[in-house]
Nanobody, 122 residues
Framework: QEQLVESGGGLVQPGESLTLSCATSGLTLGHWYIAWFRQAPGKEREGIAC????????VYGGSVKGRFSISVDGAKNLVYLQLNSLKPEDTAVYFC???????????????WGQGTQVTVSS
């Protein structure tokens, strides 16, 4: 059964960092793009970044470029999202998703995790 499970969220202070993990199971990571999205209260879901299973193709959304980075560990079937210099406006539920193309259009992603909450507050 194909499944994505996010972890690593929590409460942090502004300026701090977090590493989110997306554990993939039941799918061949090399055949997919894995993306991270986030959704803040009252806002639409926003694409952050995606990466292919080999780790040599990435796409970043403009709002977080330079602060967040995506990476993959194919041996562990894990995709990471490193969040640096966090701001209160980064507070959201962060989701990972699997799709077949390099895009941040959420409608093109077929499989979604349940999300992990990130709260940035002093």
């Amino acid at each position: 059964q194909e499944q994505l499970v996010e972890s690593g969220g929590g409460l942090v202070q502004p300026g701090e960092s977090l590493t989110l993990s997306c554990a993939t199971s039941g799918l061949t990571l090399g055949h997919w793009y894995i993306a991270w999205f986030r959704q803040a209260p009252g806002k639409e879901r926003e694409g952050i970044a995606c990466i292919n299973g080999d780790g040599d193709s990435t796409v970043y959304g403009g709002s977080v470029k330079g602060r967040f980075s995506i990476s993959v560990d194919g041996a562990k079937n894990l995709v990471y999202l490193q969040l640096n210099s966090l701001k209160p406006e980064d507070t959201a539920v962060y989701f990972c998703a699997a799709g077949g193309v390099a895009t941040l259009r959420e409608s093109l992603y077929d499989l979604w995790g349940q999300g992990t909450q990130v709260t940035v507050s002093s």
